[in-house]
Every structure is written in structure tokens, then in C-alpha cells.
């Protein structure tokens, strides 16, 4: 069976105001403990058509990190992270899946560089081996502003939850048929 991405039509942003952080060592939304090699972890929520896709981010690099430490009573705080904004984003056709997975997220992990290109995208968790590869290839073809930090662009670290099920369109509801 092909797989095939879907440009989605228009323009679709997250809203900064749907950023939830995770904390120190947070396993975040996605409850993936130790799958981004950071100590804050935040989440932002991107629309698309049917269901919503998780993006859980962090700083590139910032492992070593550690913002809370403190030396002699000092506190540091690091400035704020503001994430990556999809410019385009593609969708995927996705096949009848059996109910025990339909709640599933297809999770990968991937690179979201200063310049707002994917790379070193890899699969994390897999619903079904077909599918998986067209999230996979649709992912890795959206374009996205790149997070920032002080006003300049950063590389962020990303786990993305894509649902294996979208949302059925109102036409097969009204007509009893189950899609997805």
C-alpha cells in the first residue's frame, strides 16, 4: 500500500499560549521519560485536521545544562525559549487500524535546526509499520521558523505524538461507515 503526504491547506500556527512546561526531568505530554536529553521540556500543541499533534522541545544541547543550579545562593535563570512556528505542515493518508490502537501516538524524535529544518528524524514509538513510514515522511517535510532564545534562532530537540487515528469526517459519521 502508498503512503502519501497531503500539503494541509491554509495556514496553520500553534498559539504560544498553548505551551505547557514540562519542568526538570519532565517526561512531558507524550510520558516518555529520558527521550530528550534536556532538563526543561516544554509542549505545544499543533492543529491539524481531525486531531491535534503533540510537539514536546527543548534546547539543543543543553543537556549539560543545569538552569536551576546554584552557587553560593545565586540562582541562574536562562531566558525564554520560544518554539518553532510550522510553516508548512503535510498530513498523511492513514489506514484502518484495529481499535486496540486507536488511541495509539506514533512518537519521533528529531533535530528542529537554527535554520527551521528537520533533521536526524527517527522513529521512537510505532503503531503500524506502513503508516508509521508516511507519518515519518510527512513530518520530515513540514518547514518551520525556528525556536528562538534572547531574540536568535536555536536548534531544538523534538518528540513529536502524531495520532494514529484522526478524527472521522462528518459525512462517514452521518452515513454509519468508520474511517480514519
Not at 50 to 66: D, F, R
Not at 72 to 101: C, M, S, W, Y
Request: glycine content about 10%; some cysteine.
Amino acid at each position: 500500500m502508498n503512503f502519501f503526504p497531503r500539503i494541509v491547506s491554509g495556514k496553520i500556527q500553534a498559539a504560544v499560549h498553548n505551551c505547557i512546561h514540562g519542568g526538570i526531568s519532565s517526561a512531558g505530554v507524550l510520558d516518555v521519560e529520558g527521550a530528550l536529553p534536556c532538563t526543561n521540556v516544554y509542549t505545544i500543541f499543533l492543529p491539524m485536521p481531525g486531531k491535534k499533534w503533540v510537539l514536546e522541545y527543548c534546547a539543543h544541547g543543553s543537556a549539560a545544562e543545569n538552569p536551576w543550579q546554584t552557587n553560593a545562593g545565586e540562582a541562574q535563570v536562562e531566558a525564554g525559549l520560544i518554539p518553532p512556528a510550522a510553516d508548512q505542515q503535510f498530513d498523511f493518508h492513514r489506514i484502518t487500524i484495529p481499535d486496540k490502537n486507536a488511541g495509539k501516538l506514533k512518537v519521533l524524535r528529531a533535530l528542529i535546526d537554527k535554520d527551521g529544518a528537520i533533521d536526524k528524524e527517527h522513529e521512537f514509538q510505532g503503531v503500524l509499520p506502513g503508516m508509521d513510514a508516511a507519518a515519518g515522511f510527512a513530518f520530515t517535510n513540514w518547514k518551520f521558523r525556528p525556536a528562538t532564545r534572547a531574540s536568535a534562532p536555536i536548534g531544538v530537540d523534538v518528540l513529536v505524538g502524531i495520532p494514529a487515528r484522526a478524527l472521522e469526517r462528518l459525512s462517514k459519521q452521518s452515513s454509519g461507515v468508520a474511517g480514519n
